[in-house]
Structures are given as C-alpha cells and as structure tokens.
C-alpha cells in the first residue's frame, strides 16, 4: 500500500513540474511542389505547434504569408517562366531551432514559332509590289541575315505578327537568294527569298529612244579632236572603258537610259587608228568600234582641190538655192565668171552626208556589202538630196559613185566612175568607161553604159550674189548614158539607140568644201535637144568652215606637176545611230 502511495505522489510532482515544455511540432503536407511553366498556383499545409517563418523565398514565387503561427495553408505561386531552362528553389520554413525545407521547381517555357511561308519569291522588276508572312510565335522574336536587297516592315518583335518584305530590282541576270533566320527562344525557323534573274536590255539607240541598233556600231572621227556622244538604252546597271587612252569616257558606269560621251583626242599622225569601247551588264556586252582618220597632207596652191578640204564630210548639211540654169561660160586661166544676178527657184534643197547602215560587220549602200575590216574609215558616204541616196566611196585618191537608191530605182555600178579626183589642179584630167544595172520598181531590170570624163578647165574669180570670191577652180564632167539590153537577162529593150550627155559644171573656191555653184544640163546627141538643165547655188557663209591648224599639214606642191597627183589616203569612220557631233 505504502508503494503505491509513494507512486502517486511521485507522478503528481512530475507533471506540476514548472520546468516541462510541450514537444515541439513542424511538419509539412509536401515537401516537393513542380510548377509548369505558366504562371500557376498550388499550396502546401504548414501543421505547427509554434510560430514559424519562410525565408529564401525567389522572386519568382509569391506566398501569400511568409510568417504564421499553428497550422496554416499556404497559398504559393510561380510566375511564367520567361525562359524555356527549368528553374528550382527550396525555401526553408523555421521555427525556433528547428527547419524544414520545400522544393520547388518549374518547368521551362516550351516555345512555339511556325511561318505561313517557307519561300517567296519576287520577280527582277518587282517595282512597288511588296510580299507579307505571317510569324506565330509565343515568344519574342527576331529576324536575322537579312539580304541588302531587301527591306522588311520589322526585324523583331515579342508576339505573333505580319511581316512585309520589298524587294530592290535584280540589276543581273543571274536569280539571287538569301536563307532569312527567324528566332524565337531556342527554336529557329528559316525563309527562303528568291528573286528571279532580269532579262537584260543593253543596246545602243538613238537619243530620244525611238530606235535601236546592232551589238557592234562604229563611231568615227577625222584627225581634228572631237566629242561623240552615244545614248545606251538599258533596264540594268552597266560598266564600260575604253582599251586606248586617246578614246576618254565621261563615265566608267551607269544605270538605265544614259548618254555616254567619248572625248576624241587629236590625232597628229598620218596613219588611222581604232579603237574598242565596251559597255557590259551581267553576260552581256555591246561595242563601240571608235576610228580616226590620219593627218592627210596637202599642196599649197590656191587652185585646187583635194581631199583633206573638199571630200564630202559625213556629218554635214547644206541648204542649197535651186536656181535657173546659167551659161557656163568660158575654160581657161585667170577668167572672171560672173553669176551675180542668179534667179531662184528654190530656196530650200536639203543636202545631207551621213554614213551608211552598219549591221556590226558590214556596211550596206543599196546592193553593195563593205566589210569593216577591208573599208577605211570615213572612206563611205551617203549623199541624200531630194529623195534619192546617193552612194560614195573614198577610194585611190577618187571619189567613187557606187550607186544610187530611192523609191523607185536602185542603181549599182561596175565598174564604178570617179565623182572627183584628190587632188585636182587646172588641167587634171580623167576619162574612164562604166557600166551600170537598176532595178525599176522592184521588178523591172535595166542596164546602162558609157563613159565619164572630168576635167579641171578653168581658174580665176567667180562673182556670186554673196560677193565675189578669188582662188576659184571650175571642174567639168561629162557623162554620156545609153541603154545595155545585152547586160543583163531580162533587161529592158532599147527602143532607139539614142545617147544622152549629161554634163556638169562646178566651181571650188579655196577655203569651202563644196562648190559654190554647179550647172547641170543634159542633151540627147543625136538632134542636141535638150533634157533638162537646172544649177544650184551654195552661198560660201553657209558652207562649214574649213579649220586650218597643225592637224592639217601644208607642203610645197611640186614644180612642173599636172594632172592627178596621188597621195596616200589616209581616213577615218562614223556610227551608224544618231551622234551629237562638236
């Protein structure tokens, strides 16, 4: 009895002990919490018999309390994960000596990025147009090796969008491309560009663009300086030089329709030269083949003429007076012919000189082909008055009649007579034999025969209504013309065996190219009936100017010399397109 009394006791002391402290209690409904990426919300149950704390919490969680006292619910929440790592903490709940931890962890983001097109692609002359995709991403963006030959709306951006993309013009013709990057997080989705080749146009053409011309055109120039100007008609970028330094360019490049100048420089000897100008653009090429004519010397006599001075001159143009036909007068020396009283009929007749067409090989007058590499410069002219093309070649010191063209006939002849002789002084004489074949209509052959014969038979002073002018040479020319049924098969049947002499009259004067006057008269010689006469007047002021200077070279003609002389020929060459000449 006396034990369990003693037992009693001693349990009541024990527990009204002040000293006992209640055991303490920190435990958690979870210990791991995984969050997705997106922002979410869970929660954990803190059971506790004290106060606790929450520490280490990141920034990008939220707990609505970090500090409490007993049992509690904790609401915790993640924000988006910005990023697609995965992301962790452990945030430690304490109390007194006393911890635990929760770990916490968060997926990463998953990005998602897809285009509405993988290619495009623009046409060379895209012009205005423009081309739109779509980007749908979830995430921010950028775009990334943008070629230079195109310009996007926008470059980077942090949602889905609409991304519109101009391109510049192809300038070659070859097609371009370029791999476009498009970014998102670690995803990455490529677009093609594509643009197609352009068809390139390079070519020479006339000024105001209304014509073009072959790959190859000849640009000439005679021995004085000159400037040539050619217009390139282009829808691309394009590159030119020149393979001599006496052809300058006024530029290396141009875009499109451009002018190119080329500067001409003086050329001081007597031998011709040429020279290549190529313009390029991608793997095309056009030429300009450029030949200069050689000094050509001359003799002082103030009674001549010659080629330097007065062979036609492509390029020039003259108005001359149609006037009634004037008695020649008379041949001899040191004569006075005096055509001061002129009447005028016409005012108005057009002369022209220009090079014939060029196919960039070959030069064509009426009939006749003339190589490029077998002609001399400046040596083919094409005489145009009053609607018939007279063709001209400069060849042995003469001046050559190749034939004649206009609506209604086409002329060729073989052999060919001289026009003129270079050079020519009182008494020079010539006399030859020609043949001719036409063609009338188109259908209707015909051949012709005869002789020409030329002569320098007078010297003196002409007075003109202009005034009066000393140093004049007259040069007659007689030309007798007769059909040749024989010549050809099919050739028309002469009706009568009647021969016509067509005789002419011109007067040079010393300082003018072209005559100041001629006559014309033609005659049937069986009765002496005339066919027709008439003469032309070209006033001296009008004509183009003859310039003298070190490109023209002066020597002391001979003593006791008659007749032709023959010097070297020595010439040069023009384009076949419409040039500004200087």
Known sequence: MKRILFACI??????????????????????????SANEETQSFTI??????????????????SNNGKGNRKITITAKANPTEDERSATIKISIKDKSVELRIRQLGKNVTLSLS?????????????SISFDITVNEAWTINNIPEWCTFTANKGNESTTVTITAEKNYIDAQREAIVHVKAGSKTAELMLKQEALDIILQFSNMDLTASYPET????????????????????KWAVYSDSEWVALDKNSGIENESLTLNIAENNNEASRSANVIISAGSKSIKIIVRQSGLIPVFSDNYQINERDNAPHIGDELLKRQVEYVDPGSAGENITWDFSHLQFTNN?????????????TTYIMGNSRFDISQTPPNSLIVCTQYGTMYYFQIKDNQLLEVGHENPATILDYNPKPAEEIYPSYYNTYYKSDYKSTNLYSGTVPGATKGYKEIKADGYGTIVLPAGTYANALRIKYVKTIQDDPDAIEGAITVVSEQIQEYTIYKWYVKGYRYPVLETHREINLSDNSEVFSTAFYCPPAEQPNLKTGKTQTIISKPKNVKGTIKLSHKESVLPILQLKRK
Do not use: H
């Open 10 to 35: 001693a349990i009541c002391f024990f527990a009204c002990s002040p000293d006992r402290e209640p055991e303490t209690v920190l435990k958690l409904s979870t210990t791991d919490i995984v969050f």
């Open 47 to 64: 059971e506790s018999n004290e106060a606790w704390v929450i520490t280490q919490i990141p920034e990008w969680l939220n707990i609505d």
């Open 117 to 129: 097109k993988t290619e495009i692609v623009f046409p060379a002359e895209p012009g205005t147009e």
């Open 217 to 236: 055109i000849e640009v000439s120039a005679y021995s004085d300086a000159a400037i040539r100007q050619v217009m390139i008609r282009s829808n691309t």
């Open 348 to 360: 108005d007749y057009q002369v022209t000189y220009t090079e014939p067409p060029f196919d960039g």
